[in-house]
């Protein structure tokens, strides 16, 4: 599959990251390049063969249900670009 | 008097435990090379007075009598992708530009546990993504080597761990933390003539660890000699309760049970990795090591892993993917840059700050992960690549029911200059061709120098061993650390 | 199994609505799903935050066993599969109440599958209004932080202290067709999570809330569009988005239009629900397993625990209370829709059956009545729920042992219950100190009815001439010169007699 200026922009707005058209224009043989290289993993027989979940196997843990952390209001927000009345403050949200 | 910056981590251990020299003398002394190597801008920070601190803490402590940890008196340099309390912590990046941790990543928390003094904060490829760290926003890392044609050409340390490999081929610490995605360890180490191993996956918390691709990222050390790696690994690896994927198990005594007798062992040469073209003298490299590891007492087979031209694109689907979501909470709203345009929203925001924050192979990377994320492409790519994943980790097994341990060349070629081949992204990529089969297996896997080229740069030798057998892999690798007898060095320019 | 037949009746003729419900339950746990931070309601902005809820660079989640154990009983406890091989999964969207920029949740492996929960739309008929909704899943998630939107004129203000709380996500199936069903269905989804003790039920304060899917077809046709409506916080509301969106859906059809699929927001001010701005790329998730977690795979040790653990659950309880102690269909449902009140009317139960050495099947009547509308009546007036009651449980027995064994009657048991609410003292000492004991003495009683007959002679003679509904007036008055403290089976038969 081939990619376009179009699908390249659909992905930068996916990805949250602004391109100029010059930049996403740029993009599109870069990313078929690469995109074209990977899909000669479509011709591996896979028949049968689970994905791999855990690389060298192991066992999920679980924790007990203790509270050991939070209280650190100032390291959580210590380098926050603005931060206002024990909050974070972003652009207003219109819901 | 001999200069304290040529020994190596045991040696500086050892003499500061005899008495030798102090702790203080040692930190000095690697201040000051520090300093002196602007030029290769190995560093992103430098942290002076960190080592001069645990240096004299250490000195403290001998005075007193009291027990040394196994690092007292030990300065290294931390690549800046692990969090350091207080200490700015980038990946390299615009994006994390000014960000402190108030915490501290558990392996750099267990090395200063141990004694260790910190030098500074390492260069590297943006958020470890690179091979040459030249993607680095705080610059490119300037490689000591250079080739004996009377050129100056600047030349690539390797990547991620590319402050790593430069600053302790030149002399600025004996040693240093790398972390291997598919090969940030281990083709670094080969570029510059020195060693580094990265463990088996979950040996080394990453807790901590700036990610970027998580089933694969691992922490390990990188040194001039084995014998330092198995210190510093002894020290680096343990089991952590806050990373879910570390593993329960005790911390082998490596340094201990180091031995270059490999009788009984067999030695695997997976005929896979000399392709068509190969370059010469790496070629040559390899039969030397063979020849090595068979005076070690080792017996070699030829084995077969089917499936290792598959390995890079199944790297080059997940990593990304992996990548695309881990840097997702990079938006500008609880640290790092943010870049808010005049009447900008909430996600214009995110899109601004992204752009300017990311540089332009992590933006490339997040692309493509999000690209085979996204809905309908799903499992023609990230399933795929993790079947195709589940059969290089079988490769791998069945081919130790043969052998014991397998010998490759860690890098197609030897360093190449700075800008040759940042122009075209899918060449830069192969340049982890026999790194990343191992990545995606979770495997072992050390780089340890041979020898020279004929441009005298360094090549070097990658040996993979079984999962948890680090053992064998600085077995191996310490054999051929004794038979290459390469004590190369570059020669001082900067 | 009973077919509602629910309509709404349009213009063009009759639709029938298909509702769905994906709730969110806030699992009951001291700690985070995948931090060491606390959950408790109501702290201070960004004070229970751990750097792992921030989604610091380099912080991992670790689960918590507690939350995976109170999803699993809950599977059980609705009779679901419980899948011992389950995996989290990432769901990949940027906004600012989701610190990771993904929500870990578990799309392609829920730890629980499929199960029923059976509604009952008539309570006094039970056998014949009783239906099975299916669930689809159950899936354990991340909560995300809060945004606030008031307090700055350019800002939006965050705050991370629900970022990370467990949730528990129950989807039904499509599988209901009136408001009353889906009423109906959050009710008893909440009195099963709140048996188990896995989510504190509080729609109030957010720890239960609902999407509503709702679409409208031709009895018998294929499923039309569906609606989502987000964050619906109780039952009432919930039936209705189910009323007004189907009703809206209709005329959206009935007047040549298509239904979007999209989500909606409820409006109870206004009870209507708008379309939400949608969301762009709202629709590409990037779900793939969270390759921080392993597979979470649950032993037998694990499973066993989790069921010997659970309580008697509604159903049971309910079959039992109509079974085994011979209540009412209606009374049986109304003690066991809540476990605060089946566990306090076993606690009366148990104490009555101690005290006056019964089985608790003879005392189970009397309990049942007493509770459901003495104790009722008075919590009611005095605005308290059963946990705040004034009166306990052993209270209350001993105040029921009281008129059992005749100490007293039921209408001097009121007034003692009246003085209990206002003193706190107990039943027995009430009776003594106030002289209510009732008596059987027939010589004391004797006289009064004397008295009474010869003070109402006229009466006498009604009664003798055949108004022997003067009888009642009889007994009232000698009871009443009694105060009340006569026995009513001694008074009954010395009327009769002093009347022959």
Request: glycine share 8%; proline share 5%.
């Amino acid at each position: 599959m081939s990619i376009d200026l179009q699908t390249v922009k659909k992905i930068a707005s996916l990805s949250r990251i602004s391109v100029t058209d010059a930049e996403a224009e740029a993009m599109v043989p870069e990313l078929n390049n690469i995109l074209g290289w990977v899909e000669q993993l479509g011709e591996v027989d896979v028949t049968g063969v689970q994905p791999m979940t855990a690389v060298i196997p192991n066992q999920q843990r679980l924790r007990d249900d203790v509270v050991t952390d939070g209280n650190v209001r100032d390291k959580v927000l210590a380098n926050a670009p603005q931060a206002e009345h024990g909050f974070f403050a972003v652009p207003k949200v219109i819901e | 008097m001999t200069d304290l910056t040529d020994l190596t981590v045991a040696d500086i251990r050892d003499g500061f435990r005899g008495g030798d020299f102090s702790a203080r003398e040692v930190a000095e002394a690697f201040n000051a090379n520090v300093a002196a190597a602007k030029a290769l801008n190995a560093f992103i920070v430098e942290t002076p007075e960190k080592a001069l601190g645990a240096a004299d803490a250490a000195d403290k402590a001998r005075a007193a009598g009291e027990t040394l940890g196994p690092l007292a008196g030990v300065p290294i340099g931390m690549k800046d992708l692990f969090c350091t309390q207080g200490v700015q912590t980038t990946a390299a990046s615009h994006m994390l530009e000014g960000f402190t941790p108030t915490y501290e990543s558990t392996v750099s928390g267990k090395l200063w546990a141990a004694g260790a003094g910190m030098l500074g904060k390492l260069n590297l490829d943006q958020f470890a993504m690179g091979s040459s760290n030249e993607t680095s926003y705080y610059g490119n890392v300037i490689s000591p080597w250079r080739r004996k044609d009377g050129g100056n050409a600047a030349l690539a340390p390797g990547g991620s761990s590319g402050g790593s490999s430069s600053a302790i081929a030149a002399r600025l610490c004996p040693a240093a933390t790398g972390t291997d995605t598919g090969g940030s360890i281990r083709q670094p180490a080969a570029f510059t003539g020195i060693s580094g191993i990265k463990p088996t996956y979950g040996r080394c918390s990453r807790w901590g660890i700036v990610a970027f691709a998580s089933s694969l990222d691992q922490a390990g050390p990188m040194a001039r000699t084995v014998r330092d790696n198995a210190i510093l690994l002894e020290v680096m690896s343990g089991f952590d309760p806050k990373d879910s994927t570390s593993l329960d198990l005790a911390v082998p005594q490596w340094e201990a049970h180091l031995s270059s007798d490999l009788k009984g062992k067999t030695v695997g040469i997976p005929r896979e990795y000399r392709p068509d073209g190969l370059n010469a003298e790496i070629s040559a490299m390899w039969d030397r090591g063979i020849e090595w590891l068979k005076d070690a007492g080792a017996e070699v087979v030829e084995v077969s892993l089917p499936h290792t031209k598959y390995a890079l694109p199944t790297y080059y689907i997940i990593a990304p993917a992996e990548a695309s979501s881990n840097l997702a909470r990079y938006d500008g709203v609880r640290y790092g840059q943010r870049d808010l345009p005049d009447g900008a929203g909430l996600q214009d925001m995110y899109a601004a700050t992204r752009a300017a924050g990311f540089g332009p192979e992590v933006k490339r990377r997040i692309m493509i992960g999000t690209y085979v994320l996204s809905a309908g492409f799903y499992d023609a790519y990230y399933t795929q690549a993790q079947k195709v994943r589940a059969l290089i980790a079988r490769d791998f097994e069945l081919a130790f029911e043969k052998c014991d341990l397998l010998l490759t060349p860690t890098a197609p070629s030897a360093s190449f200059a700075l800008g040759e081949k940042q122009a075209d992204p899918l060449a830069m990529y192969l340049n982890d061709v026999f790194t990343v089969p191992a990545s995606l297996a979770g495997l072992p896997a050390m780089a340890v120098p041979g020898g020279l080229d004929a441009a005298g740069l360094p090549i070097g030798l990658q040996v993979i061993g079984k999962a948890l057998d680090e053992q064998t892999v600085l077995n191996a690798s310490l054999a051929i650390e004794e038979r290459a007898g390469f004590t190369a060095r570059p020669d001082k320019w900067w | 199994m009973t077919e509602t037949s629910y309509r709404i009746q349009g213009a063009t003729g009759e639709w029938e609505v298909v509702i769905g419900l994906e709730v969110h339950a806030q699992v009951t746990s001291n700690a985070k799903l995948f931090s060491g931070a606390a959950t408790a309601f109501g702290a201070e902005p960004n004070t229970q935050v751990s750097l792992v809820d921030a989604a610091m660079p380099g912080m991992l989640p670790v689960p918590n066993r507690e939350c995976i154990r109170q999803a699993v009983r809950t599977g059980m406890a609705i009779d679901a599969q419980i899948n011992k091989w389950s995996r989290f999964d990432r769901k990949n969207y940027f906004y600012a109440d989701l610190p990771q920029g993904y929500q870990i949740s578990q799309l392609y492996h829920p730890i629980v599958g499929e199960g029923q929960i059976e509604i009952v739309l008539d309570e006094k008929n039970p056998e014949a209004s009783t239906k099975v909704i299916g669930v689809e899943r159950i899936h354990v998630e991340q909560d995300a932080g809060k945004l606030m939107h008031d307090q700055h004129p350019t800002s939006s203000y965050v705050d991370l202290n629900r970022s990370g709380v467990a949730l528990m996500e129950i989807v039904s199936k499509p599988d209901m067709r009136s408001p009353a069903e889906a009423g109906a269905y959050l009710s008893k989804l909440r009195t099963i999570l709140r048996y188990v003790g896995s989510c504190d039920g509080n729609m109030d304060q957010g720890s239960m809330r609902a999407d509503v899917n709702v679409s409208v077809r031709r009895p018998g046709e294929p499923f039309g569009t569906r609606t989502e409506t987000k964050n619906v916080n109780s039952v009432r509301f919930v039936m209705a988005v189910v009323e007004h969106e189907a009703s809206r859906q209709v005329d959206v059809l009935e007047s040549g239009g298509t239904v979007v699929q999209e989500t909606r927001l409820y409006d109870p001010d206004r009870n209507e629900t708008r379309s939400m701005r949608s969301k762009e790329d709202a629709h590409d998730y990037r779900y793939f397993p969270d390759p921080d977690l392993l597979p979470l795979e649950l032993d037998d040790a694990f499973l066993e625990e989790c069921r010997q653990s659970l309580p008697e659950l509604p159903d049971v309880k309910r079959k039992r209370y109509e079974q085994g102690l011979g209540l009412s269909a209606y009374n049986a449902a109304t003690l066991t829709a809540d476990a605060d009140t089946a566990r306090w009317f076993e606690a009366l139960l148990a104490e009555g059956a101690r005290i006056q050495k019964k089985s608790e099947g003879e005392v189970a009547k009397a309990s049942a009545n007493w509770l459901l509308s003495e104790l009722y009546g008075a919590l009611n007036r005095l605005g308290k729920s059963l946990e705040e009651s004034p009166v306990s449980p052993e209270e209350g027995a001993e105040l029921l042992a009281l008129v059992a064994d005749g100490t007293i009657s039921g209408t001097i048991a009121k007034q003692v219950f009246e003085i209990m609410l206002e003193t706190g003292e107990r039943p027995a000492a009430i009776v003594e100190e106030k002289g209510l004991k009732q008596t059987s003495d027939t010589g004391a009683i004797e006289a009064a009815v004397a008295d009474v007959l010869a003070r109402n002679a006229d009466k006498v003679a009604q009664y003798k001439g055949g108004k022997e509904a003067l009888f009642g007036f009889f007994v009232g008055q000698t009871m009443k010169a009694m105060q009340g403290k006569a026995n009513p089976q001694v008074v009954n038969e010395l009327v009769k007699k002093g009347l022959a």
